[in-house]
């Protein structure tokens, strides 16, 4: 850990850790935010990606290669396994993006809105009759 | 055979259900499903007992996944901890199952049913895989695996009250973000120990020593964990999730999903990190403690106002939750022992409760308690189980709930903490109020007029009566559980002592 803050080497050094850093703030933002169901799968998707960006350039070794065994003994190579995980968290992101997604087209089946507003409203009308709903109980 | 199904065990526990979930999708409408994913369950319970029957002794049985040896290939560990929580995942399956026909098909349509034991199947699943695995990131896998197919089991309440999709939804959200939380804890334990396995990242860690990327991994993991057990502030997607799933599939996520979670922190807290640790007993002891006095509290007073009986008993849930925090923050031999035999404890109690709900919600067509006026008279066998359970939930002696909150409150003696005790104390007084308004509706108010209210069937009766027995049972007799509990904890807290004094 440098002393200084304005070192340029060490904020340069971990720019792959800035990215992620900013797109998972971004992607955390948009889904706590954003009233639009659709959008809220749309932050949490960019929130995942940033995850993924985090592990695979945490494999990635300066002049490493792609981990293929070659003849040459002095090759160095990246390290596989953050990459292999990635593959595994994708698929479980794609499934999640695919639930969620279908829960949506139910909602706007059944509620005629993917607006979380206008759902609140209504459930609030549900549970205590017409009146102005306070918001308050989001589960 | 014999010889070899017993090697393969641990395997078994996990891939017996798995593989029948798409089998149990193939066979189409109604009863064959049911059928077919009762034996499976049942199977699984008897795999669990086994496995359990080993591992009481004290042995541990380490597993090679596909022949590679750890840390490089995924190890299934199983000890007495683990074996425990296997035990009441899959015997709370086994139990659930038999119940869940007569209310599933009241709740859900025919066509739909075996896709519904699919899902059954793949939770039950994912939350074994979740206890038996030994390997960090395999654990996410398998937590997501079960929490993906409780968003579907929550949202196929849609049928009874379409709210069920909202409540899943938000579940997925916060569900979401809280698995993810955990990956990027993990990534940080992977950066600066390189291994993924639990046991050897714990050596790994204590050689590492403190840094700064170990506190963070630590803290993503608490909040990621925290989100999928609903410790306290973090708890918003439960309390509908809960009230607006099908009777069965509450009963069973109240009586494991959590459960499952708080055993994910149990391990990293205790065999990854090591409670010596001193940053983690800090963070546990100022943040987790008050937070799970806050829970009990605060969670057992707005269960007062509830009129519906499933949510108050899911604020019921997050105030149970609060105990068994409780007793972890402690970080003491005593307040694991709490912890451990409280999850088994209110797996039991919990889970009869919201069957008895489900009875309710399937004969007399309500769960909201000013519903239920008189159902005393005209479902006796039912309401009674509900009078037990809720003694249970309340902590009576002769009770299960009784020996958690006994060695809970011996725990906070220990530490000479007797505010804490009293406080204990104070927030059962709360779980008497709630229990008893429910037992005040149905058995002093007169039932309203021309309501027709029969008993329940003995399909769904008998599951909520065994499971009201055992409450008994253990309550009287806990031996077995409280041996195990007070094991798995002097094994946790070994585990991270024998690490952190090399």
Redesign the interface.
Known sequence: ?QASILDLEYVLGHYNYWMFVIL?MTG?YI?VSRGN?IK?IVG?NI??TA?FM??IS?GKIIGGTAPILVDDPDAVYSNP??HV?IL??IV?GI??TA??LA??V??RE??GTVEEDD?LAM?HE?EFGAGVPHGGD?? | MMALIETNLPALQVVLPLVAAPVCAMLGRGSRSWAFATAVSWLTFLVALSLFAKTFGGTIISYEMGGWAPPIGIEYRVDVLNAFVLMIVSGMAAIVLPYARRSVAAEIPAERQSFFYTAFLLCLTGLLGVTITGDA?NV??FL?ISS?ST??LV?SG?WRN??A??????Y??MG??G??FF??GI?ML??VTGT?NMADLAVRIAAHGDS?TVHMGFVFILIGIGLKLAMFPLH??L???YSFAPSAVTAFLAATATKVAVYVMLRFMFTVFGFDYEFQAATLEMVVLPLAILAMFAASLVAIFQDDLKRMLAYSSVAQIGYILLGLAFLTDTGLTATIIHLFNHAVTKGALFMVAGCYVLMAGTSSISGLRGVGRDMPWTTAAFVVAGFSLIGLPLTVGFISKWYLVQAALELGWWPVALLIMASSLLAIVYVWRVVETAYLQPAPEGVTRKEAPPSMLIPVWILVAMSIWFGINAMTTSAAASRGGNMLIGSSQILWED
């Open positions: 850990m998972m955390l889904t169901l809220k949490l929130f995942q995850v985090l592990y945490m396994l953050p995980l595994t968290a479980v499934a999640t639930l969620a829960l949506v139910r909602i059944t509620y759902i459930e549900m989001r589960g | 990131f996410f896998v997501e993906l968003y579907a949202a849609a379409k709210r999709l909202t409540a899943a939804y938000n997925l959200i979401t973000v698995a993810t990956v990027i990534g992977y950066m993924l700064s918003l997607w309390p509908n999730a």
